[in-house]
């Protein structure tokens, strides 16, 4: 049994946003999907409620090439930020980059659960879900 968990998608393009909430609630695993549309709005949500764990997701889909903040940017901040949260929280890099460089930048940095190439299939989004079947 895979309890309902929240999800928070940091995309800034606006049609993959409304294809992969599509296919994450056709999964029936989550209750709560957050979108942010670039990393300094998701890390200003962070930030407020770094305390208030019930409203911090337990996974993020990240992408890396956003306007404002993009998502190296995000995880520069975030990944300080992290130590006030009192919760697990599960990162993915979901990007159309396959550029050898990102997925090398990735691999170095310990908070980074996986990385995919756009989109999120049904298969990817179960599998990630499965690693919290109790």
Known sequence: MIDKKSICLI???EVYQ???KKTI???HHVKNIMIFSNGKEAIDFFSENTANTINLPDVIFLDLDMPLMDGWQFLEEYIPLKLDIKKQI???IVTSSSHPS???RAKEISDITGYL???I???NFNSIMSMFQS
């Open 11 to 13: 995309d800034d393009d």
């Open 18 to 20: 409304f294809l992969c």
């Open 25 to 27: 609630e056709k999964s």
């Open 90 to 92: 599960i990162i993915y």
């Open 102 to 104: 990102d997925l090398s």
């Open 117 to 119: 190439i756009k989109p």
């Open 121 to 123: 299939t049904t298969e």
